[in-house]
Every structure is written in C-alpha cells, then in structure tokens.
C-alpha cells in the first residue's frame, strides 16, 4: 500500500510499515523501518546505522540503484513484517492487574 502520511511524506507498507521517503535538499531519504533487522548483502543501506531499528538508503540526483537487490530488500523487509505479525498475533493478551484496575475505577 501506497499512502501519504506525515506532513505529506509517502509511506510504503504492506503487514506494517515498509518504507518511509522523505525529500530533503539535494537528496531523497528512503527509510526502512526495521533496517537494522535486514539482510543487505548488496549494501544499499548508506545511511542510518547510528540506531538500533531503522537503516536508510540516501539517493541523489544521478545515482543509479540495483533493482534486483532493491526488490530482495523489499520483500525482505514483507517478510519482516509478515513475521512479526504472527509473532504479535500469538501473545496471549494482557490481564489487568489489580492495582491498575482500581487506578481506572478511581478516574470513573
């Protein structure tokens, strides 16, 4: 899915976010939200590895990009995502304590 999102930024996703693109002078951000967790064997991330989750490819006017490995990364990142769903969709959901729950009745 294809969405503007943000102040008008285009954000990709598909089971969760993908991708987000921001325009910046002289160069286009394409941020990977969980590019830390993703192979890149082809090294197209150039960017963003001072964090812990996001990893970014930096694109200025004139650069060329291998769409193979371009297309390996997206459906990496897919199957990132698919994953984590599962994974979100097994946890057993929380029971409330018993000091949360008289912390709700107090502001009823």
């Given at each position: 899915i294809?969405?503007?999102k943000w102040m008008g930024s285009p954000v990709?996703?598909?089971d969760g976010i993908i991708a987000v693109g921001n325009a910046h002078k002289g160069k286009v951000k394409l941020t990977f939200m969980y590019g830390a967790q993703l192979p890149d064997p082809d090294k197209l991330f150039n960017t963003g590895f001072e964090g812990n989750v996001r990893r970014a490819i930096d694109l200025f006017e004139g650069d060329k990009i291998?769409?193979?490995a371009f297309k390996t990364l997206i459906r990496a990142a897919i199957e990132l995502n698919q994953a984590r769903s599962r994974?979100?969709?097994k946890k057993p959901a929380k029971k409330a304590t018993a000091g949360a729950h008289a912390t709700a009745k107090k502001k009823a």
């Open positions: 294809e969405e503007w990709w996703s598909r291998n769409a193979s994974k979100s969709a």
